[in-house]
């Protein structure tokens, strides 16, 4: 007996729906992306340890020993997602400002596919040696360049590491520090009740869309 034939309005509606939700849910959000503390915030005092006066102890220590950079911050843990917007996907050269919610995407995979902390950074200048010159200005924040677009003339000379396939990557001196990762999602096992919602497919409560239910009680 031979297969039936599909439905082809039923499968273009089926394809056209990630589309349709991205359009509606993007709004609602306003982006994908926020930043949360990783430290405990009991009270106003605990400012006075992660922010000053505090603060300053850990920042003598890395100018006295710019390696523990990687262990007061978390620098060892984030990557800038850099983009000029002209080679997006499947979308070509659409600009910087319509290449960023790729970008929050990518940066989305990168925590919870990773546990990576990654920021997207979207340039105004299709000049390679101008994208290349900010990248290295922002290098003492990230412990790696993800690289995307821009004129083949800048890979390989972003981080002066590796180009693959119209992307280059570059670490600190040495290592990447990356997160355990989880076997049931990926992301570190040093993680908020926040990030545990993205690790195991579960939205937290302050994620929750307009028609999605409550997430389910997360065990740690």
């Not at 359009?23 to 006075?48: M, N, S, T, W």
């Not at 080679?87 to 400002?97: A, C, H, K, S």
């Not at 989305?108 to 596919?113: A, R, V, Y």
């Not at 003339?153 to 119209?166: L, W």
Request: aromatic letters at 4%.
């Amino acid at each position: 007996m031979p297969p039936p034939t599909p439905d082809t309005g039923k499968l273009l509606a089926r394809a056209s729906k990630p589309a349709e939700d991205a359009l509606r849910l993007h709004p609602f959000y306003r982006g994908k992306l926020q930043v949360l503390p990783k430290c405990a915030i009991r009270g106003l005092e605990d400012f006075a340890v992660w922010y000053s006066p505090g603060v300053a102890a850990p920042g003598r220590a890395i100018q006295a020993n710019p390696e523990l950079v990687y262990g007061h911050t978390n620098k060892g843990n984030s990557i800038a997602i850099v983009t000029d917007g002209t080679r997006v996907l499947g979308l070509g050269d659409i600009g910087p400002e319509a290449g960023l919610p790729v970008m929050e995407g990518k940066a989305m995979l990168f925590k919870c596919l990773g546990g990576v902390d990654a920021v997207p950074i979207c340039l105004a200048t299709k000049d390679p040696d101008e994208l290349v010159r900010t990248v290295k200005l922002l290098e003492p924040n990230f412990g790696g360049i993800d690289s995307r677009g821009g004129h083949p003339a800048a890979h390989g000379r972003v981080g002066g590491v590796s180009s693959r396939g119209g992307r280059s990557e570059s670490r600190g001196p040495g290592r990447s520090r990356r997160a355990p990762v989880d076997r049931l999602g990926g992301a570190s096992r040093r993680r908020s009740p926040d990030d545990a919602g993205c690790s195991r497919g579960r939205r937290p409560a302050h994620a929750r869309g307009p028609d999605r239910p409550a997430a389910e009680p997360v065990t740690q």
